[in-house]
């Protein structure tokens, strides 16, 4: 089945500087990725669609400056936490989409961010 | 925007008695509705999935219904096992775009 992984699973990073998280489909293409957000206990919160090769599209009150996203690839999308807080401090969690083909999305295993 | 609410928040049953979850959707468009089952520190994985156009689902133990013109659907599952603890999540999406998902609810099936 389709396969979509996170790098890394977990990180702890200082307040001010920026973590990347890399989300890549390992054994199909995936012309669409999204991005969401996880507090605990809570429900999944879309922040941005990614179509490779063109700018993501970011949901209302999500910062673009603020989460970078970049879809380069279709294998291969990632989301940079830039000058981290410590309320930016959750589960991020990527999905990947083959349009044309099922339209499910299959979910990443998720990385955990701890900002201190 | 589609507002997705999802009912109970927690459930707990014994095993081998059915467990229902229900969700609301406001969005009428909203024409796919799947279900994902969340384990502990893990991606959602879809459980199973209903579209608009085809009716009510059933897989074995799993079954969905969509009443389309009340905007609501339930995910049954009959003859739980602990195995099937974990928090489930309903979504609804129009054409595969965008998936608003439900608040979640946690299944503990007692051994």
């Known amino acids: 089945g389709a396969v979509v992984s996170q790098h890394p699973s977990w990180v702890i990073c200082k307040s001010g500087t920026s973590v990347k998280i890399e989300c890549r489909s390992l054994?199909?293409?995936?012309?669409?990725m999204f991005w969401y957000r996880q507090f605990p206990k809570q429900s999944l919160m879309l922040m941005a669609t990614?179509?490779?090769?063109?700018?993501?599209?970011?949901e209302q009150g999500v910062e673009k400056d603020k989460f970078l996203i970049n879809h380069a690839s279709l294998t291969l999308s990632t989301l940079t936490v830039t000058s981290a807080h410590p309320e930016d401090s959750s589960f991020y969690i990527c999905?990947?989409?083959?349009?044309?083909?099922?339209?499910?999305?299959?979910f990443g295993p998720g990385t955990r961010l701890t900002v201190t | 925007g589609e507002n997705v609410e999802q009912h109970p928040s927690t459930l707990s049953v014994q095993e081998g008695d059915s467990a229902v979850i229900k969700c609301t959707y406001s969005?009428?468009?909203?024409?796919?509705f799947p279900w994902y089952k969340q384990e502990l520190g893990k991606g959602p994985q879809l459980f199973i999935d209903?579209?608009?156009?085809?009716g009510d689902m059933k897989d074995l133990r799993i079954a969905v219904t969509l009443n389309k013109t009340a905007k609501h659907f339930s995910l049954h599952i009959t003859e739980t096992q602990p195995e099937d603890s974990a928090v489930y999540f309903c979504?609804?999406?129009?054409?595969?775009?965008?998936?608003?998902f439900g608040s979640g609810t946690k299944l503990n099936v007692k051994p």
């Open positions: 054994d199909f293409q995936a012309t669409t």
């Open positions: 979504a609804a999406s129009y054409n595969f775009n965008k998936f608003y």
């Open positions: 209903i579209r608009s156009n085809v």
């Open positions: 999905s990947a989409r083959v349009s044309g083909l099922g339209y499910e999305q299959y």
């Open positions: 990614s179509n490779e090769g063109s700018k993501a599209t970011y």
């Open positions: 969005d009428s468009a909203s024409n796919y």
